[in-house]
């Protein structure tokens, strides 16, 4: 018996993976590079397109705490993630190339793995995983609405600039890590009243690229805004949000800032450095001026400009078990961002239990629903609550898992119900 796989990306990749490491025969459906998402900059499996950043490593996050929890279920790649990270602070950010490169080799390495090159228009009869992703193709995006007898919902995702370390000016940029917090592994570019005011009227007056007449009506997902969307709301929210200066001094004078500008480390050999939190709409040209307005940047090397894309996710709470397997056909299952999970981390997880579920089902197994008090069984659980009538896509946060009990003295020490949350769920999972 084998199992159906449709998606290359993060979910598809994982799930494959686990049902191969299981010695459950699977087809790999990936219509790249046949058929292009107009995100995706290469035919690789894995490939990150946005943010090479899957956030905070430690446990004292959530994020954090559902990486720790892929690694007790024995995921794929968030081991292939550590091994191809960059510095980023307290973040775990990868070198996208060398991290897609090792998921394709491992999947093309793998005996139990067909990787067919074509793109699948109907959800596929028998055991099936769909993972295509918030890009998916408009015939197969049809066919998942016939199915789901539901109308999409739809948002938008952004993506990031990414420069040329060797075009930064560091007589004004700087590295450092925000309050000196691991290595300082980020560049930083300060911006006096001024200066910063002069970059907030060319944003705001920038130019945009027009929206396709199916695209307008959907919604932003509130934590990938366009930057010239957090623009809008106020000439300070850039200064309390992507260009907070707090935290971030220049040694060598010592100065404080009026905003900062971060760029994050993009690839192993530290030429390419994409800028944190610039996800954006602009035209092209607009964008090269834009960037150039910030201090250090003034005669910088764009290798990539950011774009806007709509993502498609279905109504989960009204379609999916907790264990991602459809309410309505038994062996069926969904993961990735297609199910509303949102976030590279969040991605993988969900193939993962996906991936678990489907070698369950071949096997005759009862399918593992992960209980709340871990963060991937929130995660799963929220996503999948018929409650929830007005779903938006979400990432795992301290808010979907149950509350501890802490002492009244407690109560608003963050790091201590962190630690006490992150305790609980992990000695649950290794009773698993």
């Not at 494959?16 to 058929?35: H, S, T």
């Amino acid at each position: 018996m084998e199992v159906t796989v449709v998606g290359g990306g993060l979910a598809g990749s994982e799930a494959a993976l686990q049902l191969a490491k299981r010695n459950i025969k699977v087809k790999l459906y990936e219509m790249r590079p046949i058929k292009t998402t107009g995100a995706h900059k290469t035919e690789k499996f894995g490939e990150f397109v946005c943010s090479n950043s899957l956030g905070a490593a430690d446990c004292s996050n959530a994020s954090g705490l559902l990486k720790k929890e892929m690694q007790i279920l024995g995921g794929e790649l968030i081991n292939i993630a550590f091994e191809h990270s960059v510095p980023a602070g307290g973040a775990l950010a990868i070198d996208r190339e060398g991290f897609s490169q090792a998921v394709t080799d491992k999947i093309n390495n793998n005996q139990n793995i067909t990787v067919i090159r074509e793109e699948i228009e109907e959800i596929p009869d028998g055991i099936v995983i769909m993972a295509s992703g918030p890009l998916t193709s408009e015939p197969l995006a049809n066919s998942i609405k016939n199915f789901t007898k539901s109308e999409h919902l739809h948002f938008f995702d952004a993506i990031a600039p990414i420069v040329d370390v060797d075009s930064i000016n560091f007589d004004k940029a700087f590295y450092a890590s925000r309050y000196d917090k691991g290595d300082a592994s980020y560049i930083n570019c300060p911006m006096n009243k001024e200066e910063y005011e002069n970059f907030y009227n060319i944003l705001i007056n920038a130019p945009k690229i027009e929206l396709k007449e199916f695209e307008k009506g959907a919604k932003f997902f509130e934590s990938c805004l366009p930057i010239e969307v957090l623009a809008a709301r106020g000439v300070d929210t850039l200064r309390f949000g992507p260009m907070k200066p707090v935290g971030l001094v220049d040694k060598r004078t010592g100065e404080k800032n009026y905003a900062v500008v971060q760029l994050r480390q993009d690839n192993s050999a530290k030429t390419m450095y994409n800028l944190v939190g610039f996800q954006t709409n602009l035209k092209w040209g607009a964008q090269k001026e834009l960037l150039q307005s910030i201090p250090g940047l003034e005669n910088v090397n764009v290798l990539r400009y950011g774009v806007m894309h709509r993502n498609t996710f279905i109504n989960s709470p009204q379609l999916l078990n907790p264990t991602l397997e459809s309410r309505t056909r038994k062996g069926l299952f969904f993961a990735g961002q297609l199910t509303g999970t949102e976030g590279y981390t969040e991605s993988i997880a969900s193939g993962l239990l996906a991936g678990i579920n489907a070698a369950r089902y071949v096997n005759n197994e009862t399918l593992l629903e992960l209980p709340t008090e871990t963060m991937l069984g929130a995660l799963t659980h929220y996503i999948t609550n018929p409650e929830h009538t007005k779903f938006q896509p979400i990432n795992s946060n301290w808010g979907i898992v149950p509350p501890v009990e802490l002492p009244k003295k407690e109560r608003k020490n963050k790091k201590l119900k962190a630690e006490i949350i992150s305790k609980r769920a992990i000695e649950i999972l290794q009773r698993i």
